[in-house]
């Protein structure tokens, strides 16, 4: 009606516990409705919430699709973002409204002092969830540390379940310390725990039912991700499995898998066997893309505020930092970039020709 549309307009524009005036004249305190940070609002209503840091350029993998093989060149330390600095970022964005921060990288589980940004990063009022993604390596040895300094959620890595193909995937040996990993994740109540698997043709396409097979017992949650493209990893749309070529095949062998509702950004189509105690999910960043719900942004080791995976305009907000703008400054630096963000990435061929950088100087 019109008075609902003109109360919500007023609560938009006054905030929360503001009293408003209602059109037929009625007083009405509106509770917690404060508007969002203009700063972290696009120009399409998109409302960044979600903020993924990388914390190292550094990893102890060499996986195939992430890096080239000869390596990347890393940036020299001193200007990567130090403890300080990440710590006074992420209180910044949780100060605008970010509720979740994914630690990423790299590998972070290799950065020195990931366990004090953590209980740092756990201090801040306003941020409901801190989320890790790992390769798994150092898992088991570090995840009483992480859930004493407040991991929320786990996501490990893992591509393939035959010691010998993983090996080719990543490079590097270590297998069973994944799994040992994931099950001590398990073992310590992350619920679900969530296994990245990103699909290539030839490689590892054959794994699928056998990563399906995984939910029946344990409490996990499995996402096939499509192959992407950046610098250095070989991609080529050959190689790309899509999600409606993985549903098709898993279906022929579990014709009644289940949709289940998607989480509110519609980043993961998630399903689940029925009786099966975990569930799966497709990332579709390629054949289906989420941009129209995306609420994230990206923060690289090295300092600069990405606004999409796969745009390549950057701004360095260490450069900011370290020039002692003040936080009004720098919000006007963030929002200025947010401002620019594109509706959606230009198409998966463009993409593949486009210049960004290698997936592990991003932060996944
Ligand atoms: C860059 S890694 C960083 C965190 C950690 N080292 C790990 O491997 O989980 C983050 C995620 O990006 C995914 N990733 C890397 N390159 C990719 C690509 N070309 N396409 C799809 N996913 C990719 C990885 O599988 C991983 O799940
Ligand atoms: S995907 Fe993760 S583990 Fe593999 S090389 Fe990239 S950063 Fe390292």
Same mark, same amino acid.
């Given at each position: ?20 005036? +209602? ?118 040895? +570090? ?194 970039? +947010? ?26």
């Amino acid at each position: 009606t019109g008075d609902n549309s003109t109360e919500y307009a007023l609560n938009l524009i006054l905030g929360s516990e503001t009293e408003v005036v +209602v059109a037929h004249g009625h007083r009405r305190v509106l509770k917690d409705v404060l508007p969002f940070s203009e700063f972290l609002t696009d120009a399409f209503g998109r409302r960044h919430s979600y903020l993924r840091i990388s914390l190292t350029e550094k990893c102890n993998l060499r996986c195939q699709y992430c890096m080239p093989e000869e390596g990347v060149k890393l940036t020299p330390r001193s200007q990567l973002l130090t403890t300080e600095e990440v710590l006074t970022l992420a209180r910044l964005f949780v100060h605008e409204g970010v509720e979740k921060i994914r630690l990423t990288g790299g590998e972070p589980l290799i950065r020195p002092d990931v366990l004090h940004i953590i209980a740092e990063m756990r201090k801040l009022e306003g941020l409901k969830t801190i989320a890790i993604t790992t390769n798994g390596i150092n898992l088991a040895r +570090v995840l009483p540390g992480l859930k004493k300094a407040g991991v929320d959620l786990l996501n490990i890595s893992l591509d393939s379940l035959v010691p010998a193909k993983f090996e080719f995937i990543v490079r590097r040996k270590g297998f069973h310390k994944v799994i040992e990993g994931i099950d001590k994740a398990v073992e310590m109540g992350y619920n679900p725990v969530k296994v990245n698997c990103v699909v290539m043709r030839g490689l590892n396409e054959d794994e699928l039912l056998d990563f399906v097979a995984l939910t029946e017992k344990k409490p996990l949650d499995v996402r096939f991700i499509e192959y992407m493209p950046f610098d250095g990893n070989k991609w080529n749309f050959k190689k790309m499995v899509s999600y409606a070529e993985m549903l098709d095949h898993i279906k022929q062998q579990w014709p009644n898998l289940e949709p289940l509702p998607g989480d509110e950004t519609g980043t993961a189509k998630a399903f689940r066997v029925p009786g099966f105690k975990g569930q799966l999910g497709f990332i579709t960043s390629m054949s289906d893309n989420f941009c129209g719900s995306c609420n994230r942004l990206r923060i690289t080791a090295d300092g600069n505020l990405k606004v999409c995976l796969f745009g390549n305009s950057e701004v360095s907000l260490r450069d900011f930092l370290r020039s002692g703008a003040s936080d009004e400054e720098l919000l006007q630096i963030i929002g200025a970039a +947010v401002g620019r963000k594109k509706k959606q990435h230009a198409g998966m061929f463009n993409i593949s020709q486009m210049k960004n950088r290698p997936m592990i100087l991003i932060g996944g």
